[in-house]
């Protein structure tokens, strides 16, 4: 059974970084058939993809358009965790943050989610 | 990349059938049948219930079923529990190895 456990502080101040971690157990974050996302949830956004990474003989990345010049995804095999690091954060980026593996199309194993508040 | 569209609210008496729909662009839903559909009880992480538009992951309902036309996907629960009262999102690819989410609607039993 696929389990996800998150870290990360839930409170950061504006303009600066917003950091999280998601461990994975039960699967490899350097899985050919998995990968690995992270996505928020605002009353203001609705739920919004951020973007995932994962490993097909070498390691890529994606992300939304509306984080992509603030944002990194990273895994780090050798504690099967991945993580998420947003740059220059406002109170706009005010949310529950989830990590996710995707699997069958989607995201088909969910974290528990993180709160996290940006304060001006 | 804009949120799927999708009414803010349906409802039903214990028994009934309700269609949730879930309203894109040839970019998303009408391009790839890759549409999946998650239930969120309050303060719970989503649940997905549909993957590739019609296909349901092992222990997810016989009652839980989803189909799509054109750009617009639709979630049907027939025979609607009590315990089924709760948001619903729908979820496409969207090309270009993004994932685009719908904007949620909550299901009340009457």
């Known amino acids: 059974q696929v389990q996800l456990q998150q870290s990360g502080p839930g409170l950061v101040k504006s303009s600066q970084t917003l950091s999280l971690t998601c461990a994975i157990s039960g699967d490899s974050v350097s899985s050919n058939s998995a990968a690995w996302n992270w996505i928020r949830q605002s009353p203001s956004r609705g739920l919004e993809w951020l973007g995932r990474t994962y490993y097909r003989s070498k390691w890529y990345n994606d992300y939304a358009v509306s984080v992509k010049s603030r944002m990194t995804i990273n895994p780090d095999t050798s504690k099967n965790q991945f993580s998420l690091q947003l740059n220059s954060v406002i109170p706009e980026d005010t949310a529950v943050y989830y990590c996710?593996?995707?699997?069958?199309?989607?995201?088909?194993?969910w974290g528990q989610g993180t709160t996290v508040t940006v304060s001006s | 990349q804009s949120a799927l569209t999708q009414p803010r609210s349906v409802s039903g008496s214990p028994g009934q059938s309700v269609t949730i729909s879930c309203t894109g662009t040839?970019?998303?839903?009408?391009?790839?049948?890759?549409v999946s559909w998650f239930q969120q009880h309050p303060g719970r992480a989503p649940k997905f219930m549909i993957y590739d538009v019609t296909k349901r992951p092992s222990g997810v309902p016989d009652r839980f079923s989803g189909s799509k036309s054109g750009n617009t996907a639709s979630l049907t629960i027939s025979g609607l529990q009590a315990e089924d009262e709760a948001d619903y999102y729908c979820c496409s690819y969207a090309g270009g190895y993004i994932y685009v989410f719908g904007t949620g609607t909550k299901v009340t039993v009457l």
């Open positions: 996710a593996r995707e699997g069958y199309n989607t995201m088909d194993v």
């Open positions: 040839s970019s998303d839903v009408g391009g790839y049948n890759y």
